[in-house]
């Protein structure tokens, strides 16, 4: 038995069908949702790997961690006014910079994108 036939015990099958056809639907766009992020995540980093051979080439140190602090205050500003929790939105930035910051020090010591 399925948590949805759990679920279903006792309810009216019109009431299930709804339900199932309400989280197929709610299922799919979370999908889409999913694949643009991965899609504009892929963006951000081939930008980024221009930021970290011109670095590179430059001497230019990996981390910038004043403008790290600005991205971080502007994108809990956003955070804040589209209803997602601050701290959350830092913490997913961080855990991209810590990404993007290791590419660069690759690219730094082996001048190669490290992916
Ligand atoms: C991309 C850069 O390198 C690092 C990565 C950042 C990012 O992923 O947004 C921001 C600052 C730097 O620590 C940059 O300096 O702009």
């Known amino acids: 038995m399925t948590s949805t036939d759990t679920a279903a015990a006792g309810?009216?099958?019109q009431d299930?069908?709804?339900a199932q056809q309400l989280l197929l639907s709610e299922r799919r766009s979370i999908?889409?949702?999913?694949?643009?992020?991965?899609?504009?995540?892929?963006?951000?980093?081939?930008?980024?790997?221009?930021v970290g051979l011109l670095k590179a080439e430059h001497?230019?140190?990996?981390?910038?961690?004043?403008?790290e602090q600005e991205q971080i205050a502007h994108l809990r500003a956003?955070?804040?006014?589209?209803?997602l929790d601050p701290t959350f939105a830092e913490a997913f930035l961080r855990?991209?910079?810590t990404e993007v910051i290791r590419h660069h020090e690759r690219i730094r010591d082996e001048g190669s994108d490290p992916r």
């Open 59 to 67: 001497g230019l140190p990996p981390a910038d961690p004043s403008r």
């Open 16 to 18: 299930v069908e709804r």
């Open 11 to 13: 309810e009216p099958p």
């Open 78 to 83: 956003l955070a804040d006014e589209a209803g």
């Open 95 to 97: 855990f991209i910079v």
């Open 31 to 50: 999908d889409n949702i999913d694949a643009a992020l991965v899609h504009l995540l892929a963006e951000r980093f081939s930008h980024t790997q221009r």
